[in-house]
């Protein structure tokens, strides 16, 4: 095919620089949480395998502007206490405006959560993160295991012995990072036609089918049952502009599903 890298030719392989952050947050919502810890990890790679040249990284607790929830502090146990004397995350911009200049992919598990936060205190860095270089290992692992039960990064550690020989704590910003590099390259070892990043990008960004609905009055239905009982609130669905803006995969999922009904008139 053309452009496929040989693996087995004298020609030297692609060298890409691969970011992969997770951030820690006072909550769960992207749009209002704040960072209170930061971990990036900026890894080499010679076509899909790495390269022998030391890794750049950050890893630093951040002092939130506002106290962090006790619910929060639940999920990765960073207090208050911790972040005291911890640099504000308007400190760390130098840094990481340079690990994400030097990269040429970022990739984060749940990737969209990550970068909407970080974009509230640096948005120019986000913009500047072309939507082809954006790796989401969370879709990347439904794509390419789709019919297991759960695609939580915890979850995928145990299925896989992702954690083997890394130290750290579920839910600290760098383990998880190290966690999410791990099963980026695990899912490499089962795609063995794919010997490009671009190419691992494209095909973690291709349409995934939706399962089940996760808005609306049809929250937690089957697709295809929503389908059968109500076929006509599915059509007025597809004629909305923001379904394929918020809602790509559903979208392509419904288009696919209906096609024939509307072709058939059933």
């Known amino acids: 095919m053309a452009g496929e890298l040989d693996l087995f030719s004298t020609a030297e392989p692609q060298r890409v620089s691969v970011l992969f952050l997770d951030t820690e947050t006072t909550g769960s919502d992207p749009e209002s949480a704040d960072i209170c810890e930061l971990a990036m990890l900026l890894m080499p790679y010679m076509g899909t395998g790495r390269a022998p040249d030391e890794p750049k990284q950050l ?3 951040v ?7 006790p619910e929060a502090s639940a999920v990765h146990h960073i ?37 909407t936060v970080i974009s509230r205190v640096m948005p120019a860095i986000v913009r500047e993160v072309a939507d082809n270089s954006r790796l989401d290992s969370l879709r990347l692992a439904r794509h390419v295991w789709p019919d297991i039960p759960s695609h939580s990064l915890q979850a995928l550690r145990y299925r896989f012995g992702l954690d083997r020989g890394l130290e750290g704590d579920a839910h600290r910003a ?18 063995p036609e794919i010997g490009r990043w671009d190419e691992l990008v494209e095909y973690a960004n291709s349409p995934l089918d ?52 509307d072709k058939d008139g059933d």
């Not at 002092?63 to 929830?69: D, N, Y």
């Not at 007025?236 to 009904?261: A, I, N, V």
């Open 79 to 115: 207090t208050d206490e911790m972040v005291d004397g911890a640099p504000a995350v308007s400190e760390l911009r130098e840094k990481v405006a340079e690990l994400f200049s030097d990269a040429d992919y970022v990739c984060a598990h749940n990737l969209p959560f990550d970068l």
């Open 174 to 191: 760098m383990f998880d990072t190290l966690l999410a590099r791990a099963l980026v390259e695990r899912a490499l070892q089962a795609l």
């Open 63 to 69: 002092k939130p502007p506002a106290a962090i929830p």
């Open 59 to 61: 890893h630093t607790l």
């Open 210 to 261: 939706v399962q089940v609905f996760h808005f609306g009055k049809y929250r937690g239905n089957l697709v295809e049952d929503v389908i059968v009982r109500d076929i006509d609130y599915v059509r007025w669905l597809l004629q909305q502009d923001w379904l394929s803006k918020e809602y790509p995969d559903l979208g392509h999922t419904l288009l696919r599903k209906t096609s024939g009904k």
